[in-house]
């Protein structure tokens, strides 16, 4: 019997606007957040100190050709952009106007607005990371314990390997954070280094091994 063709698929490089391949891809979670809750004071005093390492890592990661994403929520105003949140939260006196500072996206950063908790549902999220062709998510941000635990949660049904640096998150107090990089750690097989000790030459030529170290 004569072998049957495969035929390229018409749209593998997103009509030629594919992104470069990468296995490994770094999310920022909620960072762009203007903190206007209740408990917004709250979370400030942890989320600086991480938007400070987040910054670092994101530097480092960028330097070894690691694509950054932002996935942010649209706080329920469904005609938002991410341009219009960036710019509230950058130029409008909200207490998260310094982590915005820190973190503003760049040029070259890709971004995905979120109705929910996941950065994965009902978004644009899973259709980016096949185009890079990742195979390990790096999840930073806020709140560990919610939108970066409920992500995680996600990416580990989808086979993704995971990292999340312990001080790269944020969540209301420290017993909520650990409690989250605890259960990330442990039940998601994530990698749980700070961000410094963090092989990313290793992770994007996968010949790290799979440190799960327990910083929690």
């Not at 891809?25 to 004071?41: H, K, M, R, T, W």
């Amino acid at each position: 019997m004569p072998q049957e063709q495969t035929l390229p698929s018409k749209n593998g490089d997103l009509h030629g606007n594919a992104p470069d391949k990468s296995d490994v891809a770094l999310l920022l979670i909620d960072v762009i957040n203007d903190l206007s809750f209740p408990e917004g004071a709250m979370l400030l005093r942890h989320a600086m100190p991480m938007a400070l390492n987040i910054a670092a890592l994101k530097k480092r990661a960028k330097a070894v050709g690691i694509p950054v994403i932002y996935a942010n929520d649209n706080f329920g105003r469904w005609r938002s952009d991410f341009a219009a949140q960036v710019d509230h939260c950058l130029y409008s006196e909200v207490l998260g106007r310094s982590i915005a500072e820190l973190l503003q996206p760049e040029r070259d950063d890709y971004f995905v607005l979120k109705p929910k908790h996941s950065g994965f549902f009902s978004t644009s999220l899973d259709t980016l990371l096949a185009c890079f062709h990742t195979k390990t998510v790096i999840l930073t941000g806020m709140a560990a314990n919610i939108c970066v635990l409920f992500t995680a949660n996600d990416a580990y049904m989808r086979d993704l390997h995971l990292v999340v640096s312990c001080d790269c998150v944020a969540s209301n107090t420290v017993e909520e954070n650990r409690y989250a990089l605890r259960q990330m750690h442990d039940i998601l097989k994530a990698n749980t280094s700070a961000w410094a000790n963090l092989d990313l030459h290793g992770l994007t030529n996968r010949l790290a091994p799979n440190l799960n170290h327990k910083n929690v």
